[in-house]
Structures are given as C-alpha cells and as structure tokens.
C-alpha cells in the first residue's frame, strides 16, 4: 500500500512537469485552420511547428507538422 501511494505521488508530480514543460517550451500563441477546425500550435526546439491531430480510425494522437 505504502508503494502506491508513493507511485501516485511520484506520477502526479511529473505529470505537471510535463505540462509545464510543454506550456513553457512548445506552446504558441497561433491557431492554425484545417478543414473547419481550429488547431492549436506548438513548435519543437527546432522550431519547426506543429499541429496535434486525432485520428479516429486508431484513436491515437498524431503530431502533424505545418508549414508557415
């Protein structure tokens, strides 16, 4: 019991440095259109940038990249 409970806390204080990680290093302010849906960009530390993409058929998420 005392192991999960520690698992838990672990995977709760790195599933909010993820998120932190990607608001603070891939996050833009740009929306990008396709198909009459708004995407929201992100970039890579290339700055290569990006859409993330849900494809039904697996029910996966899938990064797609853009052209600026």
Do not use: A, P
């Not at 672990?10 to 909010?16: Q, V």
């Not at 396709?34 to 992100?42: I, W």
């Amino acid at each position: 019991m005392r192991n999960l409970f520690i698992f838990l806390i672990f995977l709760t204080l790195t599933s909010c440095s993820v998120e932190k990680r990607i608001k603070d290093h891939s996050y833009t302010e740009e929306w990008h259109f396709e198909n009459g849906t708004r995407y929201q960009v992100y970039k890579t530390k290339t700055g290569r940038k990006y859409i993330i993409v849900f494809t039904r058929n697996n029910y996966n998420l899938k990064r797609k990249y853009i052209r600026t």
